[in-house]
């Protein structure tokens, strides 16, 4: 009762935003304090875990696979943002970022936390896929939290960006939208990856910093608010690899968005020709990623992806049964190398 009752505070002191804070758990309710401001209050951060051997080796050994299993399991609750479901999303998030052992890369004094707020949406079907388009009432806003973890590099100031984003649709007209292939098995994918590059021991030229951002599917929300009120300098970003949607389709036919041939297109177009799998441009049409808010900040960006990503996307066939392990084997592959082009 005492967080309801410093929430409450804060809120009349901001005036019209509407905070859901009972969907979300009581640490990231702490950690929400950071943002409203009013009253000062002391934070209440998550318990470090500790980490022994035994910890770092059963996180080390999970896989993507293991992450998209949690991810869409029924109390994550289709991880639509700032739901309850999406809260528990970024709980997992957070302990595996802290059993890896990577430095915190948030806001100040919320670890691997930035908050920040979302408008309403307005749930609809186009085409047969859930979609969500801005509401009526800007003013009226829910908190969500992108997630930061990072490995330092050895020589340079400079940032590898590896990004996916967590959050899906939740549930509309009571079924539930698992988004196992979106974007879980891209959030799998970048956890694949830092664990191969933990297992190996090798120290990174470059930092390479892990981001899960909330609220992609309400319009790139979440990497928009990092690119506005960014956790680490924006100048220190040398390459963004983000990657959404990469677990069906035909095995190893993968596609690419990206703003021209730039640093980050180019590494990961040279790491598909080495695991010899097709990774081509397409056109975006009226899709993107959270890569477009970096290439909008003048940032090398891109985003992988299967070329079928269009199949299933935003229906509840959009479960595990979709997935092909090979194929997000694949894409981990493609993004690891494209990593050591880039940080090593």
Same mark, same amino acid.
């Given at each position: 009762? @005492?967080?309801?009752?410093?929430?409450?505070?804060? #809120?009349?002191?901001?005036? !019209?935003?509407?905070?859901?804070? +009972?969907?979300?758990?009581?640490?990231?309710?702490?950690?929400?304090?950071?943002?409203?401001?009013?009253?000062?209050?002391?934070?209440? #951060?998550?318990?470090?875990?500790?980490?022994?051997?035994?910890?770092? !080796?059963?996180?080390?050994?999970?896989?993507?696979?293991?992450?998209?299993?949690?991810?869409?399991? +029924?109390?994550?609750?289709?991880?639509?943002?700032?739901?309850?479901?999406?809260?528990?999303?970024?709980?997992?998030?957070?302990?595996?970022?802290?059993?890896?052992?990577?430095?915190?890369?948030?806001?100040?004094?919320?670890?691997?936390?930035?908050?920040?707020?979302?408008?309403?949406?307005?749930?609809? $079907?186009?085409?047969? $896929?859930?979609?969500? %388009?801005?509401?009526?009432?800007?003013?009226?806003?829910?908190?969500?939290?992108?997630?930061?973890?990072?490995?330092?590099?050895?020589?340079?100031?400079?940032?590898?960006?590896?990004?996916?984003?967590?959050?899906?649709?939740?549930?509309?007209?009571?079924?539930?939208?698992?988004?196992?292939?979106?974007?879980? +098995?891209?959030?799998?994918?970048?956890?694949?990856?830092?664990?191969?590059?933990? %297992?190996?021991?090798?120290?990174?030229?470059?930092?390479?910093?892990?981001?899960?951002?909330?609220?992609?599917?309400?319009?790139?929300?979440?990497?928009?608010?990092?690119?506005?009120?960014?956790?680490?300098?924006?100048?220190?970003?040398?390459?963004?690899?983000?990657?959404?949607?990469?677990?069906?389709?035909?095995?190893?036919?993968?596609?690419?968005?990206?703003?021209?041939?730039?640093?980050?297109?180019?590494?990961? %177009?040279?790491?598909?020709?080495?695991?010899?799998?097709?990774?081509?441009?397409?056109? @975006?049409? !009226?899709?993107? +990623?959270?890569?477009?808010?970096?290439?909008?900040?003048?940032?090398?960006?891109?985003?992988?992806?299967?070329?079928?990503?269009?199949?299933?996307?935003?229906?509840?066939?959009?479960?595990? !049964?979709?997935?092909?392990?090979? @194929?997000?084997?694949?894409?981990?592959?493609?993004?690891? %190398?494209?990593?050591?082009?880039?940080?090593?």
């Amino acid at each position: 009762m @005492q967080t309801r009752r410093v929430f409450l505070k804060a #809120l009349l002191g901001l005036g !019209a935003i509407a905070l859901p804070w +009972s969907f979300i758990p009581t640490r990231f309710g702490e950690a929400l304090k950071t943002l409203v401001g009013l009253p000062p209050v002391e934070l209440v #951060l998550p318990p470090k875990v500790k980490l022994n051997k035994a910890v770092q !080796a059963e996180s080390i050994s999970r896989n993507a696979m293991d992450d998209i299993s949690a991810l869409t399991g +029924s109390e994550m609750q289709g991880r639509k943002a700032g739901s309850i479901g999406e809260a528990r999303a970024a709980e997992y998030l957070t302990s595996q970022l802290s059993m890896l052992g990577l430095k915190p890369m948030g806001d100040p004094k919320t670890g691997y936390m930035q908050v920040f707020t979302t408008p309403p949406v307005i749930e609809g $079907r186009v085409n047969g $896929r859930l979609t969500f %388009r801005a509401g009526g009432n800007n003013q009226l806003r829910t908190p969500c939290v992108n997630l930061l973890g990072a490995l330092m590099g050895g020589e340079a100031e400079e940032i590898i960006l590896l990004s996916a984003h967590y959050d899906h649709l939740g549930i509309f007209q009571g079924q539930v939208y698992l988004g196992a292939n979106d974007n879980a +098995s891209g959030v799998g994918c970048v956890l694949d990856v830092m664990r191969r590059i933990l %297992r190996e021991g090798d120290t990174p030229k470059r930092s390479i910093v892990l981001a899960f951002w909330s609220a992609e599917e309400m319009g790139f929300v979440g990497s928009q608010a990092f690119v506005h009120s960014p956790t680490v300098p924006l100048n220190q970003i040398k390459a963004v690899l983000n990657v959404d949607t990469v677990g069906n389709g035909k095995i190893g036919d993968f596609a690419l968005w990206s703003d021209g041939d730039n640093l980050a297109f180019n590494a990961v %177009r040279q790491a598909s020709e080495e695991v010899g799998v097709s990774a081509r441009k397409i056109s @975006q049409a !009226a899709h993107n +990623s959270d890569s477009i808010s970096f290439a909008s900040a003048g940032i090398p960006a891109v985003t992988l992806m299967t070329r079928d990503w269009l199949n299933k996307n935003h229906t509840t066939e959009d479960n595990i !049964a979709l997935l092909k392990p090979e @194929q997000i084997q694949l894409a981990a592959e493609i993004l690891y %190398r494209a990593v050591r082009i880039l940080a090593f």
